[in-house]
Protein backbone atom coordinates (compact mmCIF):
# COMPACT_ATOMS: atom_id res chain seq x y z
CA UNK A 1 0.00 0.00 0.00
CA UNK A 2 1.64 2.87 -1.21
CA UNK A 3 1.77 6.20 1.51
CA UNK A 4 -0.06 9.68 1.63
CA UNK A 5 0.85 11.19 -1.51
CA UNK A 6 2.34 8.27 -3.22
CA UNK A 7 0.32 7.23 -6.79
CA UNK A 8 -2.75 4.63 -5.84
CA UNK A 9 -3.99 2.23 -8.48
CA UNK A 10 -7.43 2.57 -8.98
CA UNK A 11 -7.69 -1.00 -7.38
CA UNK A 12 -6.34 -0.05 -4.31
CA UNK A 13 -8.40 3.31 -4.12
CA UNK A 14 -11.35 0.65 -4.30
CA UNK A 15 -10.28 -1.66 -1.68
CA UNK A 16 -9.87 1.05 0.69
CA UNK A 17 -13.38 2.00 0.09
CA UNK A 18 -14.69 -1.74 0.62
CA UNK A 19 -12.53 -1.75 4.05
CA UNK A 20 -14.26 1.36 4.84
CA UNK A 21 -17.40 0.48 3.78
CA UNK A 22 -17.66 -2.95 6.19
CA UNK A 23 -16.15 -0.65 8.90
CA UNK A 24 -19.39 1.63 8.65
CA UNK A 25 -21.56 -1.69 8.10
CA UNK A 26 -19.96 -3.45 11.55
CA UNK A 27 -20.42 -0.91 13.19
CA UNK A 28 -23.90 -0.30 12.18
CA UNK A 29 -24.76 -4.12 12.75
CA UNK A 30 -23.21 -3.15 16.07
CA UNK A 31 -25.70 -0.67 16.89
CA UNK A 32 -28.48 -2.35 15.85
CA UNK A 33 -27.65 -5.70 17.31
CA UNK A 34 -29.67 -5.43 20.39
CA UNK A 35 -33.15 -4.63 17.94
CA UNK A 36 -32.83 -8.41 16.42
CA UNK A 37 -33.40 -6.76 12.77
CA UNK A 38 -30.96 -6.84 10.14
CA UNK A 39 -29.55 -4.20 8.23
CA UNK A 40 -30.84 -4.60 4.97
CA UNK A 41 -34.63 -5.03 6.68
CA UNK A 42 -34.10 -1.93 9.08
CA UNK A 43 -33.15 0.43 6.00
CA UNK A 44 -36.24 -0.51 4.13
CA UNK A 45 -38.49 -0.12 7.55
CA UNK A 46 -36.76 3.33 7.38
CA UNK A 47 -37.63 4.07 4.21
CA UNK A 48 -40.66 3.39 4.10
CA UNK A 49 -41.29 5.53 7.03
CA UNK A 50 -39.36 8.43 5.28
CA UNK A 51 -41.63 8.60 1.87
CA UNK A 52 -44.22 6.58 2.67
CA UNK A 53 -46.91 5.98 1.04
CA UNK A 54 -44.18 4.29 -0.91
CA UNK A 55 -44.41 1.50 -4.48
CA UNK A 56 -41.97 -1.21 -4.01
CA UNK A 57 -40.21 -0.46 -7.05
CA UNK A 58 -39.55 2.80 -5.74
CA UNK A 59 -38.52 1.48 -2.35
CA UNK A 60 -36.21 -1.18 -4.43
CA UNK A 61 -34.58 1.74 -6.51
CA UNK A 62 -34.45 3.76 -3.48
CA UNK A 63 -32.40 1.36 -1.54
CA UNK A 64 -30.15 -0.32 -3.76
CA UNK A 65 -32.01 -3.76 -4.45
CA UNK A 66 -33.61 -5.19 -6.98
CA UNK A 67 -37.08 -5.26 -6.71
CA UNK A 68 -36.70 -9.05 -6.48
CA UNK A 69 -34.95 -8.58 -3.19
CA UNK A 70 -37.42 -5.77 -1.75
CA UNK A 71 -40.78 -7.89 -1.97
CA UNK A 72 -39.07 -10.52 -0.34
CA UNK A 73 -38.01 -8.13 2.32
CA UNK A 74 -40.99 -6.83 2.34
CA UNK A 75 -43.25 -10.07 2.73
CA UNK A 76 -41.52 -10.68 5.85
CA UNK A 77 -41.50 -7.22 7.13
CA UNK A 78 -45.12 -7.12 6.47
CA UNK A 79 -45.47 -10.39 8.44
CA UNK A 80 -43.97 -9.37 11.45
CA UNK A 81 -46.72 -6.52 11.54
CA UNK A 82 -43.28 -3.84 10.83
CA UNK A 83 -44.86 -2.40 7.46
CA UNK A 84 -48.63 -2.68 5.78
CA UNK A 85 -49.64 -2.80 2.47
CA UNK A 86 -52.50 -0.54 1.20
CA UNK A 87 -54.24 -0.53 -2.64
CA UNK A 88 -53.86 2.56 -4.06
CA UNK A 89 -56.69 5.19 -4.64
CA UNK A 90 -55.33 6.07 -7.76
CA UNK A 91 -54.54 2.32 -9.47
CA UNK A 92 -55.93 -0.39 -7.96
CA UNK A 93 -53.57 -2.61 -9.28
CA UNK A 94 -50.76 -0.60 -7.34
CA UNK A 95 -49.77 -1.18 -3.71
CA UNK A 96 -48.66 1.01 -1.52
CA UNK A 97 -46.19 0.63 1.89
CA UNK A 98 -47.03 2.02 4.96
CA UNK A 99 -45.12 1.58 8.00
CA UNK A 100 -47.16 0.84 11.86
CA UNK A 101 -46.75 1.95 14.77
CA UNK A 102 -43.74 -0.62 15.42
CA UNK A 103 -42.16 -0.06 12.17
CA UNK A 104 -42.01 3.50 12.97
CA UNK A 105 -40.16 2.87 16.32
CA UNK A 106 -37.84 0.48 14.93
CA UNK A 107 -37.17 3.13 11.75
CA UNK A 108 -36.52 5.93 14.47
CA UNK A 109 -34.07 3.52 16.17
CA UNK A 110 -32.31 2.51 12.74
CA UNK A 111 -32.28 6.18 12.02
CA UNK A 112 -30.33 7.23 15.43
CA UNK A 113 -28.34 3.99 15.18
CA UNK A 114 -26.99 4.96 11.80
CA UNK A 115 -26.36 8.43 12.82
CA UNK A 116 -24.29 7.30 15.83
CA UNK A 117 -22.05 4.67 13.47
CA UNK A 118 -21.36 7.04 10.70
CA UNK A 119 -20.63 10.33 12.90
CA UNK A 120 -18.29 7.39 14.73
CA UNK A 121 -16.78 7.10 11.35
CA UNK A 122 -15.95 10.27 10.18
CA UNK A 123 -15.26 12.12 13.18
CA UNK A 124 -11.75 12.33 12.13
CA UNK A 125 -12.73 14.27 9.17
CA UNK A 126 -12.84 18.36 9.15
CA UNK A 127 -16.19 19.75 7.35
CA UNK A 128 -13.74 20.37 4.38
CA UNK A 129 -13.00 16.97 3.76
CA UNK A 130 -16.76 14.94 4.14
CA UNK A 131 -17.71 17.98 1.46
CA UNK A 132 -15.41 17.11 -0.84
CA UNK A 133 -15.62 12.86 0.05
CA UNK A 134 -19.39 13.15 -0.75
CA UNK A 135 -18.51 15.40 -4.27
CA UNK A 136 -16.17 12.54 -5.20
CA UNK A 137 -19.38 9.95 -3.81
CA UNK A 138 -21.68 11.53 -5.98
CA UNK A 139 -19.38 11.41 -9.10
CA UNK A 140 -18.67 7.94 -8.36
CA UNK A 141 -22.48 6.84 -7.93
CA UNK A 142 -24.10 8.53 -10.57
CA UNK A 143 -25.73 6.65 -13.05
CA UNK A 144 -24.90 6.88 -17.17
CA UNK A 145 -26.22 9.54 -18.07
CA UNK A 146 -27.32 10.99 -14.94
CA UNK A 147 -25.58 14.25 -13.70
CA UNK A 148 -24.47 14.20 -10.14
CA UNK A 149 -25.18 16.74 -8.12
Known amino acids: M ?3 GQSMTAAQVADEFSRTAKVLVRRFDERL ?3 GVSTPRSRLVAEVARSQPVRITELARAVGI ?10 ALVRDGLLERQ ?3 DDRRSVLLRVTEQGAALAQDWTTGYE ?7 RPLTSQQMSTL ?6 LGADEGEVAR
Not at 67 to 75: E, H, I, M, Y
Open 33 to 35: GEH
Open 87 to 89: ASA
Open 66 to 75: SQGTASTLVD
Open 2 to 4: PRA
Open 116 to 122: LAAEELF
Open 134 to 139: VDILRV
